[in-house]
């Protein structure tokens, strides 16, 4: 059995599923480990190692421990970094980010070949719809990046 090592990533959250009272499974794409998937143990009464959550779009650094990077690895913490505020003051926003997460969500594998490449992918692309004035702009930000 392989020894647990302990990880620091920049990462997007892409997927978030309770797991009983306290616990969530958190899909994140990470830059340098690709997409990778976390039991976050506590993580709905802990404020001090999950402030402000794990929401979906949540990017920040995520500091984790994996054993095997094919398999579920323990979230120890997720510091946000960036939000983004405009999604929160527009459907159109959060619609087409929603939807540009869940399918980069599934069409991305876990260990890619080049695994800053989805992260990089997601992030501009949120960026591009965070930025985009109006609502063909937001789907064609969407849109772009996902051709790459």
């Keep these: 059995m392989k020894n647990k090592q302990e990880i620091e990533s920049p990462?997007?959250?892409?997927?978030?599923?309770?797991?009983?009272?306290?616990?969530i499974i958190v899909t994140a794409l990470t830059h340098g480990y690709g997409k990778?998937?976390?039991?976050?143990r506590g993580a709905k009464k802990s404020t001090k190692r999950f402030p402000g959550g794990l929401d979906i779009l949540s990017q920040g650094t995520l500091k984790a421990q994996v054993r095997?990077?094919?398999?579920?690895?323990?979230?120890?913490?997720f510091q946000r970094e960036t939000l983004f505020p405009s999604f929160a003051a527009s459907i159109s926003k959060i619609s087409a980010a929603t939807l540009f997460?869940?399918?980069c969500n599934a069409l991305i594998k876990p260990l890619p070949h080049d695994p800053e490449k989805p992260y990089e992918a997601?992030?501009?692309?949120?960026?591009?719809?965070e930025n985009a004035e109006k609502e063909l702009e937001i789907l064609e930000a969407s849109r772009s990046f996902l051709v790459e």
């Design 11 to 23: 990462a997007i959250i892409t997927k978030t599923i309770p797991y009983g009272d306290t616990n």
């Design 101 to 103: 997460c869940e399918v």
């Design 36 to 40: 990778l998937t976390f039991m976050a």
């Design 68 to 77: 095997d990077f094919s398999k579920m690895g323990f979230l120890l913490s």
């Design 122 to 129: 997601l992030f501009k692309g949120l960026v591009a719809i």
